[in-house]
């Protein structure tokens, strides 16, 4: 029995240390890592960035220094707790007028007007119909989405050139059957992400919902936008701690098939080392006119001095957001920074969808984020000619003013019919 346990332990052992590794290398221009003879397999994820999946990750550090800008690892640092649902709030329990009529848009307080510490989605609507808007891809980089949900599944995303089961790749884009977005922590024997991104959690079908809960169907809540649909992508695990080269894959996924929005309610505390998710950042604003929206983190702390990631990245395409109460103050939980978070939007207490028909109840920065890719795809939806810096632009500079957010760089909350009244 002893023997046994010890072979056993050696062959874990063993096969432990043959695991294969990723790391994330930027060559120098004019060098082609495909003409050079590299111990793995590489992939392009942009530009001159791309991912080496090895044995001896080590060793090609070295080999390779003088042919890259930078090599970053890979690794998984710390697993974190996501937003769950919570009990019903007292917000939930008076709830609030709605010209909705879906029975729960009540309960989104985010709907109030700026008076009420909500950011103007009824106000908006009244005053700027939306029946000549053009349509707008957001894309949910989470731990996925359910796309059956009965206030989910007419606004996802629909990949036109893929037929969904057949288990072939019918648009030869990388991905078997992408229909509605791409699963980066479940792929193949190739390595190459799955098709499939049904949420495993909670936390991106409740984000999904605050940005594009279908309208006016009579049924559940409404989102915040009016013609959008959800692109899911599953690269967030359900205890935290995504990597770098997946958060990079899926803001290219993205960005190519359409998404002018990218909503991460997601961040670590750990930087591998390298840029490579800021620079996909600012190639995905450039070459394809995306912007960034995330989450400012849920510790507390001025991410200025103390940074998380992506929040603390510099990037013109990047917004980051905190979280507010439906009494207008910075929720306790809320990261803060002049520097580093942009704007403040409501994010205690936010009722949305949950999987398998339901709704529920999420505070954080989390929802915070999706609030404002919400009011982004709204005004985009009018103005679908707004650069990503432009966007940005309209909405920290029409923000309701608070001394409760003097802590954010443009020191107020988002506000949907402000920004869209400052186009006009």
């Known amino acids: ?39 793995g397999k590489v992939k392009k994820l942009f530009s001159n960035v791309y991912v080496i999946t090895s044995n001896k990750t080590e060793e090609l550090k070295k080999s390779l220094k003088d042919v890259t800008v930078y090599i970053e690892d890979n690794a998984r640092t710390k697993e974190r707790k996501l937003p769950t649902i919570e009990p019903i709030s007292l917000e939930e329990l008076k709830g609030n007028s709605s010209n909705f009529n879906d029975p729960l848009a009540n309960k989104v307080w985010a709907f109030n007007d700026a008076s009420s510490n909500g950011v103007s989605v ?27 949900h009965e206030d989910l599944k007419n606004v996802m995303w629909v990949n036109k050139g893929e037929i969904a089961g057949n288990g072939i790749d019918d648009d030869q884009n990388g991905y078997v059957d992408d229909v509605h977005g791409i699963d980066t922590l479940d792929r193949d024997a190739d390595g190459n992400a799955t098709g499939d ?47 770098d080269v997946d958060v990079v894959e899926s803001f290219i996924y993205a960005a190519k098939n359409g998404a002018k929005i990218i909503n991460c309610s997601f961040g670590k505390d750990h930087n591998e080392g390298g840029m490579a998710v800021k620079e996909a950042i600012d190639f995905i604003g450039k070459e394809y006119g995306t912007l960034v929206i995330a989450a400012a983190g849920n510790s507390s702390r001025n991410i200025d001095s103390r940074p998380t990631w992506p929040a603390s990245y510099e990037s013109e395409n990047l917004l980051v957001v905190a979280s507010t109460t439906s009494r207008g103050s910075m929720s306790y939980f809320s990261n803060y920074g002049t520097k580093s978070v942009d704007i ?12 398998r028909n339901r709704y529920g109840s999420m ?46 760089s443009s020191g107020g909350r988002v506000d949907l019919y402000n920004s869209l009244k400052s186009l006009e």
């Open 1 to 39: 029995m002893k023997t046994t346990l010890i072979l056993s332990l050696l062959l874990s052992g063993s096969l432990m240390a043959q695991s294969p590794k990723k790391i994330i290398a930027k060559f120098k221009s004019g060098v082609n890592p495909q003409e050079l003879k590299i111990d």
């Open 122 to 148: 009824e106000k908006a609507y009244t005053a700027y119909p939306n029946n000549t808007t053009t349509e707008v891809i957001v894309a949910v980089v989470d731990t996925g989405v359910d796309y059956n």
């Open 197 to 243: 991104m049904m949420d495993t959690h909670s936390h991106g079908t409740h984000v999904s919902g605050t940005i594009a809960a279908q309208q006016n169907n009579g049924k559940g809540i409404a989102g915040i936008a009016s013609n959008v649909k959800i692109m899911g992508i599953r690269t967030v695990p359900n205890r935290g701690d995504e990597t």
């Open 344 to 355: 403040a939007a409501p994010g205690s207490s936010v009722y949305s969808t949950t999987p």
């Open 363 to 408: 505070s954080g920065t989390s929802m915070a984020s999706p609030t404002t890719a919400g009011v982004a795809a709204e005004v985009l939806s009018h103005y679908p000619n707004l650069s990503p810096v432009e966007l940005k632009a309209v909405l920290m500079n029409n923000t309701t003013k608070s001394r409760s957010y003097s802590r954010t």
